[in-house]
């Protein structure tokens, strides 16, 4: 029985007051991973009325023998389009329990699509790599974060990286591969968080009147205050300047467009060709792109910021961008065989869950795909 199978057995026997003291300890060591499995503990205790759900009443009313694949089934049946469109998860908190219900349904349905051999697919981890444009490089593979100073280059902990000759050039490059994720703090004391398959490049040492870098991919930044040297971030089609502020910017290479969002403080965010500026407040969005005109909409701060709490966050969010995230954290390639699905997701999922529960989220809204190797192909 594969770990989802089991939870999904252990909460209903919680439910039942049917489970043994060893089996709850197992479940709260688990619930205890994230705040969505607690909240699913707390729903699915035995003093707690079951939730108003035609589909949960009717499971709860047959006495809880009705399969999986039954209420499945059920559930499918009462779903409209729309519903379907945003993969019709029950709550926050039920989603990893209709999850966990279709990676039992699906096992045995859909495993002709994943062809051997398959490679093993998982979450992305602390890694990352430094190079300096005089061709040093140096792996990172460990969760400490970098901390960069006037005498060389350490771990958050104190110990050195390595040989200050690292830091004898004008510019280095921190560089997360997919799969990938890692925290710097530069000279300045700016803090900045870099998603998978992002690059920042940054010098030593700021100069004396501004403090510049560069991102391609997506950072968070909180950016050290310095009434005398404005903080500048740089991607393809924006440039930021701010005093000291934190801000969320998306800036890939296989995007058309680049995003930034405050969260807090204020920036001024202008195009490249400087012909457009704007100065955001708190929970607004810059975006722009290469034949797009700088404007300015209402942000998401929770989702722009969600992939730095450690979770997926999709609000009506099209499949493509669905699977450029997911790609990008499990390092994988997707190639689409037909036309894109015009399918929009809703929902949070943990970026910590095995492959196979991602893949069964996609699969629940009618989504074709097989995994060959580390290719996501969808049909």
């Not at 968080?193 to 004396?208: D, H």
């Not at 100065?279 to 005109?293: C, V």
């Not at 909409?297 to 609000?315: M, P």
Request: proline share 4%.
């Amino acid at each position: 029985m594969n770990q989802t199978a089991h939870i999904v057995t252990l909460l209903n026997k919680y439910r039942q007051n049917d489970i043994s003291a060893h089996e709850l300890q197992e479940l709260q060591q688990w619930a205890a991973l994230h705040p969505t499995y607690r909240k699913l503990l707390e729903d699915f205790s035995p003093d707690r009325p079951i939730p108003s759900r035609p589909e949960w009443a009717d499971y709860m009313a047959s006495g809880r023998s009705m399969s999986f694949p039954d209420l499945l089934d059920r559930i499918a049946s009462q779903k409209s389009k729309t519903l379907k469109r945003r993969i019709a998860w029950l709550s926050a908190a039920a989603s990893i329990v209709v999850i966990g219900f279709c990676s039992l349904y699906f096992s045995n349905k859909y495993t002709a699509s994943y062809n051997e051999p398959v490679a093993e697919v998982v979450p992305g981890s602390k890694k990352a790599i430094l190079l300096a444009d005089n061709g040093r490089k140096q792996e990172i593979a460990d969760d400490r974060g970098l901390l960069v100073t006037d005498q060389g280059m350490f771990y958050s902990d104190g110990q050195a990286v390595a040989e200050n000759i690292l830091l004898e050039t004008q510019h280095l490059n921190l560089v997360v591969p997919k799969g990938g994720e890692y925290q710097i703090t530069l000279s300045d004391g700016t803090r900045v968080w870099l998603n998978s398959n992002s690059t920042l490049k940054f010098p030593p040492e700021f100069a004396t009147n501004q403090r510049t870098v560069e991102i391609s991919g997506e950072a968070f930044f909180e950016v050290a205050r310095d009434a005398k040297r404005p903080f500048i971030v740089q991607s393809n089609y924006q440039e930021i300047t701010v005093l000291g502020t934190a801000f969320n910017v998306k800036a890939y290479s296989d995007d058309e467009l680049n995003t930034t969002t405050l969260v807090e403080g204020s920036v001024q965010v202008r195009d490249r060709t400087g012909n457009d500026r704007f100065k955001l407040q708190p929970g607004q969005a810059a975006i722009a792109g290469k034949e797009n005109q700088l404007k300015i909409e209402s942000g998401d701060v929770q989702q722009a910021t969600s992939w730095k709490q450690g979770e997926f966050n999709f609000n009506r969010t099209p499949f493509e961008e669905v699977a450029k995230q997911i790609a990008r954290w499990y390092d994988l390639e997707v190639e689409y065989r037909n036309k894109i699905p015009q399918e929009y997701f809703t929902g949070q999922l943990s970026r910590s869950v095995d492959f196979e529960i991602v893949a069964e989220f996609l699969k629940v809204s009618g989504v074709n795909l097989e995994l060959v190797s580390n290719k996501l192909i969808i049909h």
